[in-house]
């Protein structure tokens, strides 16, 4: 049995080019929720990036404890829906936000969830102490199934980044050989590189919050000014020095009705992010200019 299950993930630090170095591995970074397994054949726990227990959420999961067998086994991985064959954010959200029993154990049935397995830091004793390569070894022993699958590891990060821009995916990680599994740490040898995009929305307003504050953003389409998020800057940014200055105004956003400072749609500002979700919005917009 488990005496602890309070292990951290290990963190990525972003860099914003992919590259080829002989050291590291390269895998898909999957658009999930990231997620520690605890798996035996008499316990089954899963844990979220926070540590809360999210055991109850994805039953489907628990058929991994037939791979493990008689092992105690602690795998780290993300926990992702398929649509068309790509993981969907959206759908996962909406598994995750359910909390009724009887309606997870249906949507279960209807949109299953898979456990993406990228490392393992358990098997009978730790092994978070091994280099990443003989971790993988260990993960290489456990089967594929409709619910467990291992994240497959490729050697050129260049020619695997231009993959995942063509099928229009989150991005790619970047892990040293040699490394050592460090709980809760974010630290140089395991990297992310982020498949942004970016374009020019128009600024509609500003809400100050604690220590900065958040832009609302906009963008003209069918004679109508939408909504496509908030982004947040700083009180020092030129941005603000400018919509200061400007004039209160009535909101003009079809679809916007939180309380806000309003302003003429007059400066446009440089966003990346990650995607647009099917109602148009901005998924995790970052300030560029």
């Known amino acids: 049995m488990f005496e602890d299950k309070n292990l951290k993930p290990m963190l990525l630090k972003e860099v914003s080019k992919p590259f080829n170095d002989s050291k590291y591995i390269y895998e898909l970074k999957f ?3 990231r997620a ?3 798996a035996s054949k008499d316990e089954f726990v899963i844990k979220s990036r926070n540590g809360v227990d999210i055991t109850q959420s994805y039953p489907e999961l628990k058929s991994i404890q037939k791979i493990v067998r008689k092992k105690e086994v602690i795998f780290d991985g993300e926990i992702v829906i398929l649509e068309n064959k790509k993981p969907s954010f959206k759908k996962l959200q909406e598994r995750s936000n359910l909390k ?5 154990k249906d949507v279960a049935l209807e949109m ?11 098997e009978n004793k730790e092994l978070i102490n091994l280099p990443l390569d003989k971790r993988l070894k260990y993960l290489s022993k456990y089967e594929d199934t409709n619910y467990f699958i291992k994240s497959k590891t490729y050697k050129n990060g260049e020619k695997l980044f231009l993959q995942i821009k063509k099928l229009k995916l989150e991005g790619i990680v970047a892990k040293e050989k040699n490394s050592k599994y460090y709980p809760g740490k974010r630290v140089d040898n395991w990297l992310k590189i982020k498949n942004v995009k970016e374009d020019y929305y128009y600024v509609h307003g500003y809400k100050f919050n604690t220590n900065k504050y958040s832009l609302i953003l906009g963008e003209y389409k069918n004679k109508k000014w939408y909504y496509v998020g908030k982004v947040s800057v700083m009180p020092n940014n030129e941005i603000i020095k400018k919509l200061l200055k400007l004039s209160i105004r009535k909101n003009i956003l079809v679809n916007y009705e939180e309380e806000a400072k309003f302003v003429r749609p007059e400066y446009k500002v440089l966003i990346s992010y990650l995607e647009k979700t ?12």
Do not use: H
Not at 115 to 122: E, P
């Open 36 to 38: 520690i397994i605890y």
């Open 100 to 104: 009724n029993k009887d309606k997870i």
């Open 112 to 122: 299953p969830v898979i456990f993406v397995a990228f490392d393992i830091l358990f």
């Open 278 to 289: 099917k109602d148009g919005k901005l998924r995790q917009p970052v300030f560029r200019n």
């Open 31 to 33: 658009d999930g929720i």
